[in-house]
């Protein structure tokens, strides 16, 4: 290899392929190999029409959540729906994946400069019969001695930032919950409406048999028996709606979750009533006020976006002062041996960082902003759905009342039919007024719920006292 080359110079040679052979990770030992991964465009909707509240890895999930429905027949409430959204949505999953995203941001941090290897050769056309050849052969070094605090900084900046994707993950999981409780009132309240529709139906056919056969006798006129005929039709048209309604509420249910429209056909909700409310007393504003400047996820997430904002100013402030970079080497010179050390410092002489300070100092300034902006957007919202909520809650009552004073005249009429002074239609257009007033009290119980549920995400956790704890999802293997 080298023709002119003593064997002083082929000892030195050796000696530096020794140093590069036990530098092993040059070698290509302990790097990442390179493994593609396109994009399938076909599996994602074979799998998401596979998602099923069957699933073996959604049950074991929610066995690791402590779910009392894993391997269970119980019916699917609430809190078990919220957790089969977690695992199926892939809201969640994009959450996670930005975590992850995060997290690998601190590697990144965290890692030291590298070292430079140089490797001068040189070959002399003039060689002088004292000389040991024309070749000339060296090693040199370069490292870069980081100054700690601007590392310590840049470690911070990165590590307020996976807390900022950590609360943007518990935000999403909220926000999950909030849809699939309004999903779930939704259902409950087209399972109750269609068993009112039914019920109206037939007090309805029952008053048309009436009237049809009073007219035969004389006794009605064909103007009655006409309207209540067209009030016949408009019930069944409302049962019609209604099981339309029962069929888009389930499949929104279905969509919330993360499932395929036909995945809750044959599922056994708990749906029969509404999500209990506690109470009749409406939440306390101060207090729900404090609760959500202090614990919603984008409210934290905000602030410690503002953190990672005050630590960025700080690392470049620490990149005013440059880093020591030492540059150790050692030359075979056609005999002679060169020993070097070299140091090295960017002088901040043109400029000394200002535009990435001043840029910085901004961002911190931005995000000051816009916390003091979602403080604002939150305090606005929580008075208007508390608001909604009282003025709803008092319509619920109002409507309840008036079903009370249906049901009471209903029970006059059919007391009156006992003693001969009513008769058997007056009992069904009874029934009928009671049905209605019973239909409006429940929408404004619903009404109720729906206002109810708005607060709530708002505030940003249950009302109720529960504790919403996000599962350790982030590091779960999602579907």
């Known amino acids: 290899m080298f023709p002119d080359a003593t064997g002083g110079l082929r000892r030195h040679a050796l000696a530096l392929a020794a140093v590069l052979t036990a530098a092993g990770p040059l070698g290509g030992c302990g790097f990442e190999r390179y493994r593609p991964e396109p994009i399938d465009t076909v599996a994602p909707a074979q799998i998401f029409r596979e998602h099923t509240l069957d699933s073996a890895e959604l049950h074991a999930f929610l066995a690791a959540s402590g779910s009392p429905i894993a391997g269970g027949s119980h019916p699917w409430g609430l809190t078990d729906l919220v957790l089969a959204a977690l695992y199926f949505h892939p809201d969640m999953r994009v959450a996670q994946a930005q975590w992850r995203l995060a997290r690998a941001a601190q590697i990144t941090a965290a890692a030291r400069p590298n070292p430079t290897l140089t490797l001068p050769w040189e070959h002399h056309g003039d060689v002088g019969a004292d000389q040991d050849g024309p070749w000339s052969i060296g090693l040199a070094l370069d490292f870069v001695f980081e100054r700690r605090a601007k590392r310590a900084a840049r470690r911070e900046q990165a590590a307020a930032g996976t807390e900022v994707a950590a609360y943007a993950l518990q935000e999403t999981a909220w926000q999950l919950r909030s849809r699939v409780r309004a999903a779930l009132v939704q259902l409950a309240r087209a399972d109750e409406d269609r068993i009112q529709a039914d019920r109206r139906l037939a007090a309805t056919g029952e008053g048309v048999a009436l009237l049809e056969r009073r007219a035969q006798l004389g006794e009605a006129s064909g103007f009655e028996v006409s309207a209540m005929r067209l009030e016949l039709q408009q019930a069944r048209l409302d049962a019609q709606a209604v099981e339309a309604k029962q069929t888009l509420a ?3 249910l279905g969509r919330t979750i993360g499932l395929h429209p036909d995945a809750l056909r044959d599922v056994q909700l708990d749906v029969v009533a509404p999500p209990a409310l506690p109470g009749d007393t409406v939440p306390d504003l101060p207090t729900l006020q404090d609760q959500a400047l202090t614990g919603r996820p984008d409210v934290l997430g905000a602030l410690r976006d503002y953190a990672a904002r005050e630590a960025a100013l700080h690392y470049e402030i620490e990149r005013q002062y440059p880093d020591l970079n030492l540059s150790p080497g050692y030359l075979f010179d056609q005999g002679d041996h060169v020993w070097s050390l070299g140091a090295a410092l960017v002088l901040p002489l043109l400029n000394r960082n200002e535009g990435p300070i001043a840029e910085a100092q901004a961002r911190r300034a931005l995000s000051a902003r816009e916390f003091e902006s979602r403080q604002f957007d939150v305090v606005a919202a929580l008075h208007a759905a508390h608001a909604a909520y009282v003025a709803a809650a008092a319509a619920a009552r109002a409507a309840e009342e008036l079903a009370a ?28 007024e009671i049905l209605g007033a019973e239909r ?3 929408a404004a119980q619903y009404a109720r719920q729906d206002a109810y549920g708005r607060l709530e995400q708002v505030v940003g956790r249950p009302l109720d006292g529960s504790a919403f704890i996000v599962p350790q999802i982030a590091a779960f293997a999602l579907p």
């Open 250 to 252: 389930r499949i929104e």
């Open 405 to 432: 004073q249906a049901r009471a005249h209903g029970q006059l009429v059919t007391r009156q039919f006992e003693l001969g002074f009513a008769d058997r239609l007056d009992v069904v257009r009874a029934r009928i």
């Open 440 to 442: 409006a009290a429940g």
